[in-house]
């Protein structure tokens, strides 16, 4: 392949300086012949151009936008983008990726990658249209949640068709639990994305444009696309998903089964149980009434998002999306059984900018907070904080949103509340890495130890897998690092984590006729493992995280499930030690510190990162012990089997 022909790219990435008002482009050559696209060309960027002695509020900070290498091609479930940047809980990898009609609509309009760094004095938004840009002022759009910033934008610039990425309130306000919010419903959340966002002063991203990529071989691409729609037709769920959306397909025994899997905290994480009767008020046919449609984000066959509309009573609302995080969010968190409640909580974070995973954890602290005598009524603005007030939680969204009243100490995520608070608060702020997390990890240990070792800070959309059976630790690590360079690698070529019935073996074929280059599975996954170890050394250097990090929060390991048919279970620091080892084995990586080795980034050619971390002492050697526990591990590795429905 001659990359300056850019076959399946737009070719280009858009760098844009705030502080002195200039924008130019480069090519995307250097960086797509090695990490492909989106989520790793993003990673190597932010690893290799942010200091390590900077905060994530600096103006010399960067936030990246960066499209998937299938986005726009047409290929099905292909509409992906990744945004990165310093996370404002610790300082080290802030990471979201999101779908909707933006990621398509950016490559269309000319970019692959946008990198902003600086701050900009006034509000502005950019504008990219077929291949041309423009910085707009935004003042007018400041103060306006994301639903009414599009409705403007498009009525200002004259065209319906237009596509925006935008914040709202949280993120001009600065709250750690703020999003970027595509096209209405779509969250690029954890991480405080939308923080930077605000911090830089910039409103919105505006893109359109009608330029779709040239393919290598558009032929075989053809051939290649319809054996993987036939194989999405062939999922059972797909009749389902079409007509009430990912939530709304499950059957009763679909909708208890993360009940059962402790996938579902109840009362910030006090037990992993909801009784049933409860999940059945909150989910399957009584979600499904308020279900008008369903819509999908751009080349996706499946439309699995709900278009909800609630016709009247306080909750009254009319808009698209309510995900299975939305029923932890709202309802098991804090034990509420109001569903109407829960979707309008979910509408409205939308609109305001927040992150419903962050922003739910802290208002669950707070709620036991309040249960425990430690936040009372008069620090609430008169707001009763008992479990199952819906109305509380929904305004304390709003609190938190503007920063007013106790939201103030809410918008800085649960450790730095508990910080100020005291009293023993500090004991339910359930955080990973800094970062408030929303998970229940007691009972599967496969999902727990994937959330707790993420880079991202206690997220589950990276390594978090399934354990078999359930409560077992046999086995974890190895699904572990198998989801985690497979979810690294779709990152890269945008597909969504919820297609069904595809393979790595499909993706790099098709990836080869896009783009003229050779590409196998293995490499494939070996891309995904060099992103992993990017952002494990970005935060070695930036945030200083260890081996001392990759642990549960105490409540997981001294307070045990309260009911349902796995009570009793809690996580055995004794075992999580022994699946720590065997992780680190996998990866190569120093058992004793967590650190990396020279002998692990010079196997996956990375040695740019090596000479880093060599240069601030933070690099090791693999002693014989763990050269041989590192051969004998990649002996047994899973294949990648995770299912999200």
């Given at each position: 392949?001659?990359?300056?022909?850019?076959?399946?790219?737009?070719?280009k990435?858009?760098r844009v300086d705030?502080s002195?008002?200039?924008?130019?482009?480069q090519?995307?050559g250097?960086y797509a012949k090695?990490?492909?696209?989106?989520?790793g060309?993003?990673?190597?960027?932010?690893f290799?151009e942010?200091?390590p002695?900077?905060d994530?509020?600096?103006?010399k900070?960067?936030?990246?936008?960066g499209?998937?290498?299938?986005v726009?091609?047409?290929l099905?479930?292909?509409?992906?983008?990744?945004?990165?940047?310093?996370n404002?809980f610790n300082?080290g990898?802030?990471?979201?990726n999101?779908?909707?009609h933006f990621?398509?609509?950016?490559k269309?309009?000319?970019?692959?990658?946008?990198?902003?760094t600086?701050?900009?004095?006034t509000?502005?938004f950019?504008w990219i249209?077929?291949?041309?840009v423009e910085?707009k002022?935004?003042t007018h759009?400041?103060?306006?949640?994301t639903?009414k910033t599009?409705?403007i934008?498009r009525r200002?610039?004259?065209d319906?068709?237009?596509?925006?990425s935008?914040i709202?309130p949280?993120?001009?306000?600065?709250?750690?639990a703020?999003a970027?919010i595509n096209?209405?419903?779509?969250?690029?959340?954890?991480?405080?994305?939308?923080?930077v966002?605000?911090?830089k002063?910039?409103?919105a991203?505006?893109?359109r444009?009608e330029?779709?990529?040239?393919l290598a071989?558009?032929?075989?691409?053809e051939?290649?696309k319809?054996k993987i729609i036939?194989?999405?037709?062939?999922d059972?769920?797909l009749h389902?998903?079409?007509?009430?959306g990912f939530y709304?397909t499950s059957?009763q025994?679909k909708v208890y089964?993360?009940?059962?899997?402790?996938?579902?905290p109840v009362?910030n994480g006090?037990?992993?149980y909801?009784?049933?009767q409860?999940?059945?008020?909150?989910?399957g046919?009584?979600?499904?009434?308020?279900?008008k449609?369903?819509t999908?984000?751009?080349?996706?066959?499946?439309?699995?998002?709900p278009?909800i509309?609630?016709t009247?009573g306080?909750y009254?609302?009319?808009?698209?999306g309510?995900?299975?995080?939305?029923?932890?969010?709202?309802?098991?968190?804090?034990d509420?059984?109001?569903?109407?409640?829960?979707?309008?909580a979910a509408?409205?974070s939308?609109?305001?900018?927040?992150d419903?995973d962050?922003?739910?954890?802290?208002i669950?602290?707070a709620f036991?907070?309040?249960?425990?005598?430690?936040?009372?009524?008069?620090d609430?603005?008169?707001l009763e904080l008992?479990?199952g007030n819906?109305e509380?939680?929904i305004e304390l969204?709003k609190?938190?949103?503007?920063?007013k009243?106790?939201g103030q100490?809410?918008?800085d995520?649960?450790k730095?509340?508990s910080?100020?608070?005291?009293?023993g608060?500090e004991h339910f702020?359930?955080?990973?890495?800094g970062?408030?997390?929303?998970?229940?990890?007691r009972?599967s240990?496969?999902?727990?130890f994937?959330i707790v070792?993420?880079t991202?800070?206690?997220?589950h959309l990276?390594g978090?897998a399934?354990?078999?059976p359930v409560?077992s630790?046999d086995g974890v690590?190895e699904?572990v690092?198998?989801r985690?360079?497979?979810?690294?690698?779709?990152d890269?070529l945008?597909?969504?984590?919820y297609a069904?019935n595809q393979?790595?073996?499909?993706?790099?074929a098709v990836?080869?006729s896009v783009?003229?280059l050779e590409?196998?599975p293995?490499k494939?996954l070996k891309?995904?493992?060099?992103?992993?170890?990017?952002?494990?050394?970005?935060?070695?250097?930036?945030?200083g995280f260890t081996r001392?990090?990759d642990?549960p929060?105490?409540?997981?390991?001294?307070?045990p499930?309260?009911?349902g048919p796995?009570a009793?279970?809690k996580?055995d620091?004794?075992?999580?030690e022994?699946?720590?080892n065997?992780?680190?084995?996998?990866?190569?990586w120093?058992r004793e510190t967590?650190w990396?080795?020279?002998e692990?980034?010079?196997?996956?050619?990375?040695?740019?990162?090596?000479?880093?971390?060599?240069?601030s002492?933070?690099l090791?050697?693999l002693?014989e012990e763990?050269k041989?526990m590192h051969?004998?591990?990649k002996?047994k590795?899973?294949p990648v089997?995770?299912?999200w429905y």
């Amino acid at each position: 392949m001659n990359i300056k022909k850019s076959y399946g790219y737009a070719g280009k990435i858009l760098r844009v300086d705030l502080s002195k008002n200039k924008i130019r482009s480069q090519h995307i050559g250097k960086y797509a012949k090695r990490f492909v696209g989106g989520r790793g060309i993003n990673q190597w960027i932010l690893f290799n151009e942010t200091d390590p002695s900077i905060d994530w509020l600096d103006s010399k900070n960067i936030i990246i936008y960066g499209v998937g290498a299938l986005v726009g091609t047409g290929l099905p479930c292909a509409s992906r983008l990744s945004i990165d940047t310093k996370n404002v809980f610790n300082n080290g990898v802030g990471s979201a990726n999101v779908g909707g009609h933006f990621p398509t609509e950016l490559k269309q309009a000319g970019f692959d990658h946008i990198v902003i760094t600086g701050k900009s004095r006034t509000p502005v938004f950019l504008w990219i249209h077929d291949g041309h840009v423009e910085l707009k002022d935004a003042t007018h759009l400041w103060g306006k949640n994301t639903w009414k910033t599009e409705e403007i934008i498009r009525r200002d610039l004259g065209d319906k068709k237009i596509k925006i990425s935008s914040i709202g309130p949280a993120g001009e306000n600065l709250v750690r639990a703020s999003a970027i919010i595509n096209d209405r419903c779509h969250a690029a959340g954890g991480s405080g994305v939308g923080a930077v966002m605000g911090s830089k002063k910039i409103k919105a991203i505006a893109v359109r444009g009608e330029n779709r990529p040239i393919l290598a071989n558009q032929e075989n691409f053809e051939e290649l696309k319809q054996k993987i729609i036939s194989k999405i037709n062939a999922d059972p769920n797909l009749h389902d998903l079409r007509r009430w959306g990912f939530y709304g397909t499950s059957s009763q025994s679909k909708v208890y089964r993360p009940i059962e899997w402790g996938y579902r905290p109840v009362k910030n994480g006090q037990d992993d149980y909801w009784e049933h009767q409860k999940v059945e008020k909150t989910g399957g046919d009584n979600f499904k009434k308020f279900v008008k449609g369903t819509t999908s984000c751009s080349s996706c066959p499946i439309s699995c998002i709900p278009i909800i509309e609630i016709t009247e009573g306080r909750y009254k609302t009319k808009g698209e999306g309510f995900w299975n995080n939305h029923h932890n969010s709202f309802c098991t968190q804090i034990d509420n059984d109001n569903l109407e409640a829960a979707i309008y909580a979910a509408h409205l974070s939308n609109q305001l900018g927040l992150d419903t995973d962050n922003v739910a954890k802290v208002i669950a602290w707070a709620f036991e907070c309040y249960e425990k005598g430690i936040i009372k009524k008069e620090d609430t603005d008169g707001l009763e904080l008992k479990w199952g007030n819906a109305e509380a939680m929904i305004e304390l969204l709003k609190k938190i949103a503007y920063r007013k009243g106790i939201g103030q100490l809410l918008a800085d995520g649960a450790k730095r509340a508990s910080e100020k608070l005291g009293g023993g608060s500090e004991h339910f702020a359930i955080c990973i890495k800094g970062q408030d997390s929303l998970d229940g990890i007691r009972i599967s240990k496969g999902w727990g130890f994937g959330i707790v070792t993420s880079t991202c800070a206690g997220r589950h959309l990276r390594g978090a897998a399934t354990s078999e059976p359930v409560t077992s630790y046999d086995g974890v690590p190895e699904r572990v690092f198998s989801r985690e360079c497979y979810k690294a690698a779709i990152d890269s070529l945008g597909i969504c984590a919820y297609a069904p019935n595809q393979s790595i073996e499909d993706y790099s074929a098709v990836l080869s006729s896009v783009t003229g280059l050779e590409y196998c599975p293995n490499k494939i996954l070996k891309i995904g493992q060099q992103i992993q170890n990017i952002e494990k050394a970005f935060n070695t250097l930036h945030a200083g995280f260890t081996r001392k990090d990759d642990y549960p929060p105490e409540r997981f390991c001294t307070e045990p499930v309260k009911s349902g048919p796995h009570a009793g279970e809690k996580i055995d620091l004794g075992e999580w030690e022994k699946m720590l080892n065997k992780y680190y084995a996998l990866h190569g990586w120093d058992r004793e510190t967590g650190w990396q080795t020279k002998e692990c980034l010079y196997e996956l050619s990375l040695p740019e990162i090596a000479k880093k971390l060599e240069k601030s002492n933070k690099l090791k050697l693999l002693s014989e012990e763990e050269k041989v526990m590192h051969e004998k591990s990649k002996e047994k590795i899973f294949p990648v089997t995770y299912r999200w429905y």
